[in-house]
């Protein structure tokens, strides 16, 4: 309707075909929808979206293969490295990401996440690190900060008893296998724009059969931090940030 | 061409993967299969035919990896042996709800838990009822010899892709382990066709195919389950596959599956030798069960021994099919231990004969 109203010379931005219409599930202000965006413009731009199969994980973007309008495949909790590997062994030519939240990536999925890397699989992981397991409502994640509330850390995360967080990306960024290694965000625009030209290096390397390359997105959870939006992208900055330093890891020698 | 080879049963079913066409294996060592991904790293069968031979970290990450290639329309195939294949449940009930096409092997060895690397049947309940989550069905195909372990990859491939569901060769360490002579077959071309419910890439104009066994809405996921159970009943009806041996005037029957059948054929000949008129059925498929042959010969015999290298499994489905129209008795040995043919023959005079 509105692509009717504007004359195709006044148009300077538009939603990418690489995105179905289909309405987000997502709660407002999380930061999947514009990461999602980012990643699909980057598809778009490349002209690979007839080319590339994704991986949903299980969490809060297990329905992701409703909004990228790409052939997807559902992948068990944490296996979406391994079921990425399966694909891009026997479609090495084709374009192959997972895309997967921290519980999934660098609790239960670690093994798979790690000898996925290891290999260096020519696949791109887009990795969503909100410090907490949104979609089953806000339980700790291998990423809860220390002292974080969660609802099975109550009283914050006690790390005597209930261990560490996992700076998975650093462990990654240290394996042969990986090429390209960036923690980035999309809560500004510049932040934003920054995460998509990071997606975008990724792609490209992985046409070059570079190695494993790593997009880790350091993202907000309003409603598993019971903030608004506003409130717990304040809080990312403030808390996340220190401890989730953004910038490149690992970039190519 | 006739190709005759002496072969042990895990490297003939390693070359029968090669020859059947197979884009990708993806497997995990572990006693007593592991000489199929052994032959197959040293055949190098990215050389003759491009398939894709990769060793992963876990036996999850290896049945992960083939439900990523099967869902790409590819022929894809793991191998396992028991504690391997508990690894593997949940990846099958994925596979079972997406429903792709692959083959599962399980050279089976004694169990619970660590168990032995002796053979042993004792995996029979979750190779046919289930053992991961959900209702779902394998397609359960039990050879007795290495030539139906070479046999059972090319059929296997016709059966998973027909149906879309996974086919699971349940062998166990004798006849993985063990030589036999083998005709192999010729090697076939590998498919490369574009499915349309794999993921290959997105068609233009065509809405991008999704695999996965995700349905929120609960009419959903009763429609997929509905789904299933009408290709289960197919199945059911299609693929039961038996072999009776001696059973036309048999007073009394055995039965048995895979290598324990052969043992009970010995038995059977001792029997007939002593004047005991004793037949032998043998599923070779174990889902679907051969029911129809047991509902046809349990009027006409006086008791069915069931010989398992386990504690008692198939026997529930012998009953099950006979549902009380004999008297139905299990003998088994457990634990990696093999019965002598002699031991069943006395267990048949003891708990049918003289029971």
Request: aromatic share 8%; with cysteine; net charge neutral.
């Amino acid at each position: 309707m509105s692509e009717n109203l504007i004359k195709p010379e006044n148009l300077v931005y538009k939603k990418t075909n690489v995105l179905t219409d289909k309405v987000m599930h997502y709660c407002p202000g999380c930061g999947h929808g514009t990461a999602h965006r980012m990643l699909a413009e980057v598809i778009d731009e490349l002209g690979i979206q007839e080319q590339t199969i994704g991986v949903a994980p299980v969490g809060c973007s297990v329905l992701a293969y409703y909004y990228f309008d790409v052939d997807m495949q559902e992948a068990a909790h944490g296996r979406a490295t391994a079921v990425a590997t399966g694909i891009k062994r026997v479609f090495p030519e084709k374009y192959v990401f997972t895309y997967q939240g921290d519980g999934d990536l660098a609790a239960i999925g670690t093994a798979e996440t790690i000898h996925a890397c290891n290999r260096g699989e020519n696949i791109l992981i887009v990795f969503i690190n909100n410090g907490i397991y949104g979609m089953t409502g806000g339980q700790m994640a291998p990423t809860t900060l220390p002292g974080m509330k969660s609802s099975t850390s109550p009283r914050g995360r006690d790390v005597a008893t209930m261990g560490n967080p996992l700076k998975i990306t650093e462990i990654i960024a240290t394996l042969p296998g990986s090429y390209y290694v960036t923690r980035q965000s999309v809560h500004t625009p510049g932040n934003a724009r920054k995460a998509k030209r990071a997606l975008k290096k990724a792609m490209e390397y992985q046409k070059e059969n570079k190695g494993t390359c790593l997009v880790e997105i350091v993202s907000n959870c309003p409603s598993g931090w019971k903030m608004t939006p506003v409130e717990s992208n304040k809080w990312m900055e403030e808390n996340m940030f220190p401890f989730y330093p953004l910038g490149d890891i690992k970039v190519p020698q | 061409m006739k190709e005759l080879r002496l072969m042990k049963g895990n490297e003939a079913l390693a070359e029968a993967a090669i020859r059947a066409g197979t884009d990708a294996y993806f497997g995990y060592p572990i006693t007593p299969q592991s000489e199929i991904i052994e032959y197959l790293m040293h055949e190098n069968p990215y050389e003759r035919t491009g398939m894709v031979v990769l060793q992963a970290e876990s036996e999850v990450a290896a049945i992960n990896m083939v439900y990523g290639a099967a869902a790409c329309g590819k022929r894809t195939m793991t191998s396992s042996s028991s504690p391997g294949i508990s690894l593997k449940q949940e990846g099958l009930s994925y596979i079972a709800g997406a429903e792709l096409p692959c083959i599962v092997v399980n050279i089976v060895r004694g169990g619970p838990g660590l168990g032995t690397i002796q053979p042993s049947q004792s995996d029979y309940f979750q190779a046919v009822k289930g053992g991961g989550h959900g209702d779902y069905k394998l397609i359960v195909l039990a050879p007795a010899t290495v030539q139906e372990t070479v046999d059972f990859v090319k059929l296997g491939y016709e059966l998973a892709f027909k149906y879309r569901n996974t086919v699971m060769i349940l062998s166990d360490g004798i006849i993985g382990q063990m030589m036999e002579k083998v005709e192999l077959f010729e090697q076939m071309p590998r498919e490369n066709k574009d499915y349309e419910w794999a993921t290959v890439g997105k068609k233009p104009g065509k809405d991008s195919v999704i695999v996965t066994s995700l349905y929120l809405k609960s009419e959903d996921q009763e429609k997929l389950n509905f789904r299933l159970q009408a290709k289960y009943r197919e199945i059911e009806k299609a693929e039961v596959r038996f072999e009776t041996i001696m059973t036309e005037d048999a007073e009394y029957l055995f039965t048995a599956f895979g290598s324990c059948a052969r043992i009970t054929r010995k038995a059977m000949e001792m029997a007939r030798a002593k004047g005991i008129k004793v037949g032998l059925v043998r599923p070779i498929s174990l889902y679907p069960f051969p029911v129809k042959i047991f509902e046809e010969l349990a009027p006409k015999v006086k008791g069915i021994l069931t010989v398992e290298m386990n504690a008692g499994q198939m026997v529930e489905d012998v009953r099950l099919a006979v549902n009380g129209k004999t008297k139905v008795e299990h003998y088994g040995r457990f634990g990696g231990i093999i019965p002598s043919p002699e031991e069943i023959l006395n267990a048949l005079e003891q708990k049918i004969i003289g029971g």
